[in-house]
């Protein structure tokens, strides 16, 4: 039999044996609440599911920590396969897990991100993820210094493409079984320092850590090494890492751990890599913290299951390295800056819209479309200004920002 009719014959193996795997392991009780919901952005109505802790509380603003499936997850699968919540509920952050677009050219009805096309035709999936973003900051207390984004397999990938495209959103990212085709690795322009993590097994059978996949459906990326290299280079860290063994705590799982901390970045950013040494494309999870219960969708699961790490959890390191970086320490922002007390009305409108500020002085309002193009800009020279926004109906997003502290805020409105 030709070698890439048995490779398909292991995915077709793959597909049946994870859809006769309850969706939903038994997991340790959560705290918080999870709830569905869906925006617009670009014209189509996208899912999401946010965890927020019952910690959380408006009048102080906390962390958020965006979560992407990998290819034939969804948003309620990465919520257990990459299980964060837990963690927010004893940090006190909010966890939100978008959902891709259905793509039934290689599989029916399986959600997936556009990370393996050219960069202007994955634009659509990135402005969603940003929409988001500002979605989430409309009807809750964000701290908009601690925004975090990470995701599994082509998640990963769409972690790595925000940290090239759009890090002046994120404070820091983390990658697991990702890392970048080569058309999105040319292009790759960040602004900034960017903390990168970067966690991959070595006998990964979808995304190759030598960048070369083992079956046919899985993207040729970057090598891993050499994607690790890039952000160390880049962020200016030391080229030697200090390296530790992880201890073998899990001896089922025949595979071991390498970490790697590089340090001394520009603005300190640092570079973190975990080597799984004959780990499969899985999201490592130790049993002690309640994972190695979710599946993380049909194509994203290992092919060779049985080397999902056990040694330490990926979802609990990703957040520790994540709560060491805030992005006012690459942008010279006051991380404690006053938050703008902005005041849209009437909500909805016809397009005239009244501006009421806190303190108008030095502080500019920006008007963002649903695929995040502004729309409209003016310098505020008053607490109350009225705005005339020659739009189409919509939902838009008007920021204002201070350009004295750095104190930004956005609101939702739709014009009718």
């Not at 396969?81 to 259905?102: E, H, W």
């Not at 050219?105 to 634009?123: C, I, Q, R």
């Not at 890392?179 to 190759?208: L, W």
């Amino acid at each position: 039999m030709k070698p890439e009719s048995i490779a398909m014959m292991k995915f077709y193996k793959s597909i049946l044996s994870t859809l006769l795997i309850v969706l939903m392991g038994v997991a340790q009780a959560q705290t918080g609440t999870a709830t569905q919901a869906t925006i617009t952005s670009g014209g189509v109505t996208r899912t999401y599911t946010i965890y927020v802790p019952t910690s959380y509380n408006a009048s102080t603003p906390v962390p958020l920590v965006v979560n992407m499936h990998g290819y034939a997850g969804n948003d309620q699968q990465q919520m257990e396969y990459g299980d964060f919540r837990r963690i927010a509920d004893t940090a006190n952050f909010i966890v939100v897990q978008p959902r891709g677009l259905l793509n039934q050219v290689t599989l029916a009805n399986a959600y997936t991100w556009v990370t393996d096309k050219s960069v202007d035709e994955g634009a659509a999936d990135r402005a969603f993820i940003l929409n988001l973003v500002n979605e989430i900051k409309a009807n809750y207390s964000i701290n908009a210094n601690k925004v975090y984004c990470t995701g599994f397999s082509l998640g990963g990938f769409m972690s790595f493409d925000m940290a090239c495209f759009n890090n002046n959103t994120f404070a820091a990212v983390a990658g697991v079984a990702g890392t970048a085709v080569q058309s999105h690795y040319d292009a790759c322009a960040p602004n900034g320092s960017t903390p990168v993590m970067q966690i991959h097994g070595t006998k990964d059978d979808n995304i190759g850590y030598n960048g070369v996949p083992n079956v046919a459906f899985s993207p040729a990326s970057i090598d891993v090494e050499e994607y690790v290299n890039y952000w160390v280079n880049y962020n200016k860290c030391s080229t030697t890492p200090t390296t530790t063994t992880l201890v073998n705590s899990d001896t089922t799982d025949s595979c071991t751990v390498e970490h790697r901390v590089y340090t001394g970045g520009t603005n300190g950013a640092t570079v973190e890599a975990y080597k799984v040494i004959n780990g499969g494309h899985a999201w490592p999870a130790d049993t002690t913290t309640g994972g190695l219960t979710g599946t993380a969708g049909a194509l994203s699961v290992s092919m060779t299951q049985g080397f999902r790490n056990g040694d330490f959890n990926a979802s609990k390191e990703i957040w520790r390295f994540f709560s060491q970086h805030s992005l006012s320490t690459r942008t010279g922002i006051d991380e404690e800056a006053p938050v703008v007390d902005l005041h849209l009305y009437p909500n909805p409108s016809n397009g005239v819209i009244t501006v009421s500020v806190d303190d108008y002085s030095n502080t500019s309002v920006t008007v963002y479309n649903a695929v995040g193009v502004a729309v409209f800009t003016s310098q505020l020279s008053a607490n109350v200004t009225t705005l005339a926004l020659d739009v189409p109906s919509g939902m838009y997003f008007c920021q204002a920002v201070n350009n004295t502290t750095g104190a930004t805020v956005t609101n939702k409105i739709t014009v009718k």
